[in-house]
């Protein structure tokens, strides 16, 4: 009687299920694959250094450091600076403050700028009204913008050679 009290308890005990092949592979070996995968690309792109970097970035320093003569600042020569209407989709328009130094290697170089601020001022303006507020969030927005002044400044400066274009004060609203 004790066998047959038993039976019918273990058949009324939930069985385990076991995880069959799609399933093992899909939540089992499929993310130990991609984060192992996710991990060692990470290493190699982030974490492994280059050695033919390593050299270069070793001289870099020597060859910005080889003139003696320090950069001249000059101000684009605005009392508030540039102010522009950026692109909005919005009813309200959005507006960007901005102040900028241009770098030069020599006085000579600030006076001749000096006399060619208009088209330098010119070129920010026609590159500056295109953006978009979103164009200018995060550090990389901002030097994409830098990046692309600096080019205008270049083209509208020659033969100055403009070395830099530095960000006195910004602001985007």
Do not use: C
């Not at 005990?13 to 991609?34: D, E, Q, R, T």
């Not at 990470?42 to 974490?47: D, V």
């Not at 001022?121 to 994409?144: N, T």
């Amino acid at each position: 009687m004790a066998a047959a009290e038993e039976a019918p308890a273990t058949a009324d005990a939930p069985k385990k299920k076991k995880f069959s092949g799609k399933k093992l592979v899909l939540f089992i070996i499929l993310p130990v694959l991609l984060l192992g995968g996710g991990g060692a690309a990470a290493y190699f792109l982030l974490l492994k250094k280059d050695p033919a970097a390593e050299e270069h970035a070793a001289d870099a320093p020597a060859e910005e450091h080889a003139s003696d003569e320090p950069q001249v600042y000059v101000g684009l020569g605005v009392d508030k600076g540039l102010q522009v209407n950026l692109v909005s989709t919005g009813k309200r328009p959005a507006y960007l403050n901005l102040d900028l130094w241009l770098a030069v290697k020599t006085e000579e170089d600030a006076k001749h700028l000096e006399g060619v601020m208009p088209k330098v001022i010119d070129q920010f303006q026609v590159y500056l009204r295109s953006l978009r507020i979103e164009d200018l969030q995060g550090a990389d927005g901002v030097q994409r913008m830098r990046d692309e002044l600096l080019l205008r400044a270049k083209a509208a400066a020659k033969p100055i050679e403009v070395e830099d274009v530095l960000i006195k004060s910004m602001l985007a609203q």
